[in-house]
């Protein structure tokens, strides 16, 4: 039987509203999309203007299988003490953690992650305002009680593995940029390092930033984060 890879982005006068990324069998597909669309119109950023949702079939064999990042709570108690445990966290990856953390709290409203080289420090993806934008993925073998009611916790961790499984990607740090939700994470040598209080509530910082190893083929790492499809094995875990 086919999967299908269901996608939705959302926009309100040219500002990103929302996106989300699904890989589900036929039947799932009309309530996924209505899952979805109702997402774009309820978000905590405003109701979305604009939602678009793909739905597009896959073969079973295109699709890749990795295995999910372990999760570990750090205890943290304010903005700063989050940050201080990103520089920690980092500083073996590259010299320029500091560069990686101002880049990250400072963006607004991006649509995907930027790609930061670990050796200079610098941006390396083609649109700096958008970013690249992880796409076709979902969890395979997650129980549903696992993560009801937590789609952001359930997302983060998917992308959080497909980002990890490529070897060009060191590590990858994301503070939301939902006002609401104010738990980011660090994904470094296949743990997921979950940060409550990254920042204040209401705060409309966020974005993401992969750390990506010297000499990468960027090309063929943004293909590989945009176009494979991935699915994330949870049993792998247990
Ligand atoms: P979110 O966790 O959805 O609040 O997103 C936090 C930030 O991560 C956004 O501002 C985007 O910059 C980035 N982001 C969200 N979804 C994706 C994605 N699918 N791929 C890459 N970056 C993303």
């Known amino acids: 039987m086919?999967?299908?890879?269901?996608?939705?982005?959302?926009?309100?006068?040219?500002?990103?509203i929302s996106g989300a990324e699904r890989i589900v069998r036929e039947y799932e597909v009309p309530a996924v999309c209505a899952a979805l669309s109702e997402r774009a119109l309820t978000h905590p950023k405003g109701m979305a203007e604009n939602t678009f949702i793909t739905v597009e079939a896959l073969a079973e064999s295109d699709i890749l299988h990795v295995p999910a990042v372990g999760v570990k709570v750090e205890a943290v108690q304010s903005p700063s003490q989050a940050r201080d445990i990103i520089e920690e966290l980092l500083r073996p990856m590259t010299a320029h953690s500091q560069v990686v953390i101002e880049e990250t709290f400072s963006a607004r409203n991006m649509r995907g992650a930027m790609l930061i080289a670990a050796d200079a420090g610098t941006r390396c993806e083609p649109d700096a305002r958008r970013g690249v934008r992880v796409s076709h993925m979902d969890a395979c073998g997650a129980s549903e009680e696992e993560f009801?009611?937590?789609?952001?916790?359930?997302?983060a961790i998917v992308l959080a593995s497909k980002v990890a499984a490529h070897p060009d990607v060191l590590a990858e740090v994301c503070v939301s940029d939902d006002p609401a939700y104010t738990t980011g994470y660090v994904c470094i040598d296949g743990t997921y390092h979950r940060l409550p209080h990254i920042k204040e509530p209401g705060s409309d910082e966020g974005a993401r930033a992969f750390i990506i190893k010297p000499g990468a083929d960027v090309e063929a790492l943004i293909d590989y984060l945009e176009n494979r499809a991935v699915l994330v094995d949870f049993e792998a875990e247990k």
């Open 2 to 16: 086919n999967y299908f890879s269901v996608r939705m982005r959302a926009d309100s006068a040219g500002q990103h």
């Open 148 to 155: 009801k009611g937590k789609d952001a916790a359930r997302e």
